[in-house]
């Protein structure tokens, strides 16, 4: 039973192309995380998703931002117009109950914006 | 809204050592409170799940402690190692929201 898998595990964009994070949770895992880690900071929540539906992403910028999850295929957390304040560690998390019981999360993606 | 607090920021100690993690949380409405380890550059490993009917969890050196009505969780880790050094994140998971929320971790190195 492979883990989450996220990729790729580096990106780099330059200001003003777009991002793509893939994100495939575990198998029989139908909620998805994403998280935002800036250097030396905690995560921070960005949305919550299941099967087809967006649940929470009070945590998404209001602009360029959007993630969703299909019913076949990964996660995807998507950055339109990439700017240098994009650039941190973007995290995938999944869990086979809607409380995060448990959480297991994938290696991230390093979003580098020149 | 939830908060949840991680002290010390960062810990040093020498190797050997029994030392305490502290996480704190503002709402008390909890399904379960989750420790991870994080290392330089990598994902989090799930170390301890607690559900809020339970009072502690163990795991090797590792015990994790819960306490509801005060809304904080320990992170006791016995005869610290070298290996342990890295940062340790507390989770929170709560009712009113479908969010789960991290402290900011305790970033420990154990000194050989």
């Known amino acids: 039973n492979a883990g989450v898998m996220q990729n790729p595990r580096h990106l780099v964009r330059r200001r003003g192309q777009e991002a793509r994070l893939r994100c495939s949770p575990m198998?029989?895992?139908?909620?998805v995380y994403w998280y935002r880690q800036l250097p030396e900071e905690g995560l921070k929540f960005m949305v919550y998703l299941q099967k087809e539906n967006i649940i929470d992403e009070s945590g998404m910028p209001k602009e360029r931002f959007s993630a969703e999850f299909p019913k076949e295929g990964p996660s995807i957390l998507r950055i339109q117009q990439v700017v240098r304040g994009d650039s941190a560690a973007y995290f995938c998390?999944?869990?086979?109950?809607?409380?995060?019981?448990?959480?297991?999360f994938g290696s991230g993606t390093q979003l580098s914006v020149l | 809204k939830q908060e949840v607090t991680q002290i010390p920021a960062a810990l040093s100690v020498p190797e050997g050592e029994n030392l305490v993690l502290n996480c704190s949380f503002t709402?008390?409405?909890?399904?379960?409170l989750q420790w991870f380890r994080q290392d330089p550059g990598k994902g989090l490993t799930s170390l301890l799940l607690?559900?809020?009917?339970?009072r502690e969890q163990t795991s090797g050196r590792l015990n994790a402690s819960l306490d509801k009505s005060s809304g904080r969780s320990t992170l006791y880790i016995a005869a610290s190692q070298p290996g342990d050094s890295a940062t340790y994140l507390c989770a929170v998971p709560y009712s009113s929201a479908s969010k789960i929320i991290f402290g900011s971790g305790t970033r420990l190195s154990i000194r050989p």
């Open positions: 198998k029989g895992h139908s909620h």
């Open positions: 709402d008390s409405a909890i399904y379960n």
């Open positions: 998390a999944s869990s086979p109950t809607p409380r995060g019981d448990e959480l297991f």
């Open positions: 607690i559900q809020s009917s339970q």
